[in-house]
Structures are given as structure tokens and as C-alpha cells.
T-cell receptor, first 114, second 109 residues
Framework: ETGVTQTPRHLVMGMTNKKSLKCEQH?????MYWYKQSAKKPLELMFVYNFKEQTENNSVPSRFSPECPNSSHLFLHLHTLQPEDSALYLCASSQEVAGGYEQFFGPGTRLTVL | ELKVEQNPLFLSMQEGKNYTIYCNYSTTSDRLYWYRQDPGKSLESLFVLLSNGAVKQEGRLMASLDTKARLSTLHITAAVHDLSATYFC?????????FGAGTILRVKS
């Protein structure tokens, strides 16, 4: 595997379900990010992790819970979501948060909440 | 709060002609990125611009950054069908990227 991978690629869940999205980066980076991409809205940053520590929570509802066990893996735990949470969830990584390092994106998970 | 505006939001291009996309931002930054996204796909990094006056070129695309004007441009030379995609600029505010809304490019034969 190379670059940034995400699983699953597609997910359909009910509002009472609990599911998790997984992201793995094979680039030796220290920073990882979750973004939400909805139709007709700009890409929204959700969470930032730098050296496994959360450095940004962009006012994300608590029904989204991130976890970063090490610099290569990032999870997004989902519970009691709403239909408006349906979107493409993108993971990205960069060498570090500061310093102008470009971010590399994974293929995304297309989430549908029924 | 940093705001990033792209225009136009939609651009219908004729093959062989030249076009420019503009990215304006509201607060000081000298780091700007251009990404491309194909339908149903992820974002692919195109250019990284890290200083005033930076210019990068790849094939038919050329990006530049004017930090004093808080403006970046993405110039397309002799558009071809393969360039049809959505293009995003993103500005670094020191600890995160703020993305523009994206410009949808469609190239007509």
C-alpha cells in the first residue's frame, strides 16, 4: 500500500448505528487530518492530529469521535449520526502541521446516513 | 478569520483556448496550494506556492502567488479535455488549510 488509504470506501448506516472510519498513511508523516466534503459546501476541516496529539477540533459535534493511536493511523468513530452528516469524509496527512508541508489525501469514504 | 474565495465557480472552456482561475484570500499568508479533484475521487496536489512571486508550471497549468495582493492565479493554456475536473485552492493560516469552494472546469470539444 502506498500513500494514504481509507476504509471502507462506502458506508451506509442508520441513525442509531455505530461505525468507524479508518485511515492509514504510509508516508512517514506526523500530522493527520479529517475533512468533510458535502455537496455545495467548501471542504471543512474537522480534526487535526500532530504527533498523535489532537491540535484542532473545528467545533465538530460529539457524535464524531476521532482516535489517533499512532502517527500512521487515524480513526473516526461515528454514533447516532443525522442524515445531514451524509458526505465524503477525507483523510489527509502531512510531514507536520506547521511549516508549509503539503497535505496528501486519501480516496475518501462516502457516507450515507439513512 | 481567514476566508478564501475562488472565481469563477464554474468555467466552461473551449479546447485550445486560455483561461484563468482566481483565488483571493482575506488575511496574510505566504503559503498556498492548488488541488485537483476528479468526480468521485480524492484531491490530488498540483502546486505548492510558498513565497511571494512564486510561480510553478506543470504541463498546461501555471500557478502564481502574489502575497501582497492576497491573490493566486491558476492559468490554463490551450485547454484540453483531460483538464476537466474541480480545482481547489487552499491557504495555510499557520496551523491549518482553509479551502476555497472550488472551480468546476468543463472542456468542450
Amino acid at each position: 500500500e502506498t500513500g494514504v488509504t481509507q476504509t471502507p470506501r462506502h458506508l451506509v448506516m442508520g441513525m442509531t448505528n455505530k461505525k468507524s472510519l479508518k485511515c492509514e498513511q504510509h508516508l512517514g508523516h506526523n500530522a493527520m487530518y479529517w475533512y468533510k466534503q458535502s455537496a455545495k459546501k467548501p471542504l471543512e476541516l474537522m480534526f487535526v492530529y500532530n504527533f498523535k496529539e489532537q491540535t484542532e477540533n473545528n467545533s465538530v459535534p460529539s457524535r464524531f469521535s476521532p482516535e489517533c493511536p499512532n502517527s500512521s493511523h487515524l480513526f473516526l468513530h461515528l454514533h447516532t449520526l443525522q442524515p445531514e452528516d451524509s458526505a465524503l469524509y477525507l483523510c489527509a496527512s502531512s510531514q507536520e502541521v506547521a511549516g508549509g508541508y503539503e497535505q496528501f489525501f486519501g480516496p475518501g469514504t462516502r457516507l450515507t446516513v439513512l | 478569520e481567514l476566508k478564501v474565495e475562488q472565481n469563477p465557480l464554474f468555467l466552461s472552456m473551449q479546447e485550445g483556448k486560455n483561461y484563468t482561475i482566481y483565488c483571493n484570500y482575506s488575511t496574510t499568508s505566504d503559503r498556498l496550494y492548488w488541488y485537483r479533484q476528479d468526480p468521485g475521487k480524492s484531491l490530488e496536489s498540483l502546486f505548492v506556492l510558498l513565497s511571494n512571486g512564486a510561480v510553478k508550471q506543470e504541463g498546461r497549468l501555471m500557478a502564481s502567488l502574489d502575497t501582497k495582493a492576497r491573490l493566486s492565479t491558476l492559468h490554463i493554456t490551450a485547454a484540453v479535455h483531460d483538464l476537466s475536473a474541480t480545482y481547489f485552492c487552499a491557504v495555510d493560516n499557520g496551523n491549518k488549510l482553509v479551502f476555497g469552494a472550488g472551480t468546476i472546469l468543463r472542456v468542450k470539444s
